[in-house]
């Protein structure tokens, strides 16, 4: 996730030749990492936009686009960066430590972001899942099948883990919170160590989960299979997939609902076709057309960036300068004016602003934090 980008990448790429980085790659995980920054820090929680709130359960809202974004991506960019290696003749087995350890790293990672967190909020439990971990996960896994599946397989596994995922659900009867079966598992295995326990029956629930990781890992490869498109420019398949995969998400939600929470294969297959476009207006756009890449300093420092605002989170949390930063520097004086929505989507949009510069900095200076 790291590196300088070219401003165009050719139509057609020979397969052996070294890989190039792609800008509009590194702009589109720039902008949904930004996105992701934006969400998570919000002045006021009880005054958000609804835009920019996750679907309480069943439904999909914009912010639900941003984390299988971010997976599809990972996807897209194993392909770009592991595949012509394993093609140039690199060992595959070495390869596959280094995927097994960066992913290790990244789990690694959000474990230690739940410590701080368990410290700045004062929590009754730790949480051991959550976002980081689920990136590492995927990321390991999709890393793998990239060195030692063929695409066939690669997407046998993405059909099975659709049709699989769906049995068990099903399986499980009810879908509602906290009763359903992918729930019901996570809190078996992770016991407290969940996101969320219901006072009421004590059930748990995360959802970052261990049993929903089965619809993030579908997600990574679709975005896999994009990414050895758009390295051998079949821009026509990206349209295409992208299409079908919303026109079969949206029949799919008739049975099972879009559900980001439970990452249901009908969100899986609709988020993922919404990406495919995405990914190749951003290629249309900054690769071949010259536009600017926008976002791109986040996206050559993703992890960390993300990893860094959490800990400033953290870090203001625990001091106790959160609150009176928000009060003094725009609740007091935007409120009465604006309403307590303004203030609250302002600070959001400086804590981005923020870490904008930070990365616009280490990016100047060509300095990249890989984990």
């Given at each position: 996730m790291s590196g300088a980008s070219n401003a165009s990448v050719s139509r057609n790429i020979p397969i052996g030749a070294p890989a190039p980085r792609y800008a509009s790659v590194d702009a589109l995980r720039g902008v949904t990492v930004a996105a992701m920054v934006l969400v998570n820090n919000p002045g006021d929680w009880g005054h958000v936009y609804a835009p920019l709130e996750h679907a309480a359960w069943h439904g999909f809202t914009p912010t639900d686009l941003i984390f299988p974004m971010f997976l599809f991506i990972v996807g897209v960019s194993i392909a770009l960066a592991l595949m012509p290696r394993l093609e140039r003749g690199d060992d595959a087995r070495t390869l596959t430590r280094t995927v097994l350890v960066r992913g290790a790293r990244i789990v690694g990672l959000g474990l230690l972001l739940h410590l701080c967190a368990l410290w700045a909020f004062d929590l009754p439990h730790y949480r051991v899942m959550g976002v980081l971990q689920r990136i590492g996960l995927c990321f390991a896994a999709a890393g793998v099948l990239a060195l030692h599946a063929r695409p066939r397989l690669q997407w046998l596994m993405f059909a099975t883990l659709l049709v699989g995922y769906a049995a068990l659900l099903a399986a499980g009867g009810s879908l509602d919170p906290f009763a359903n079966i992918a729930s019901r598992i996570d809190h078996a295995v992770l016991g407290v160590h969940v996101y969320q326990l219901d006072p009421v029956t004590g059930r748990g629930h995360d959802p970052e989960g261990l049993v929903s990781t089965l619809g993030a890992l579908a997600t990574t490869l679709l975005g896999l299979r994009a990414g050895d498109w758009l390295r051998r420019g079949d821009r026509r398949a990206l349209w295409i997939a992208g299409l079908i995969a919303m026109a079969a998400g949206l029949a799919w939600s008739l049975w099972q609902p879009l559900n980001k929470n439970l990452w249901t294969p009908s969100y899986v297959l609709w988020t993922g076709g919404i990406a495919c476009w995405v990914l190749a207006m951003f290629h249309r756009l900054i690769d071949l057309r010259g536009w600017p890449p926008l976002g791109r300093a986040f996206g050559v420092n993703a992890i960390a960036a993300y990893a860094?605002?959490?800990?400033?989170l953290y870090a203001l949390v625990a001091s106790g300068w959160l609150e009176p930063l928000y009060q003094q520097a725009f609740a007091a004086w935007m409120t009465p004016r604006w309403?307590?929505?303004?203030?609250?989507?302002?600070?959001?949009?400086?804590?981005?602003?923020?870490?904008?510069?930070?990365?616009?900095?280490?990016?100047?200076?060509?300095?990249?934090?890989?984990?």
């Open positions: 860094g605002s959490a800990f400033m309403g307590a929505f303004v203030p609250s989507l302002a600070y959001a949009l400086a804590f981005v602003a923020v870490w904008w510069i930070v990365v616009r900095v280490l990016d100047a200076r060509r300095i990249y934090f890989k984990i």
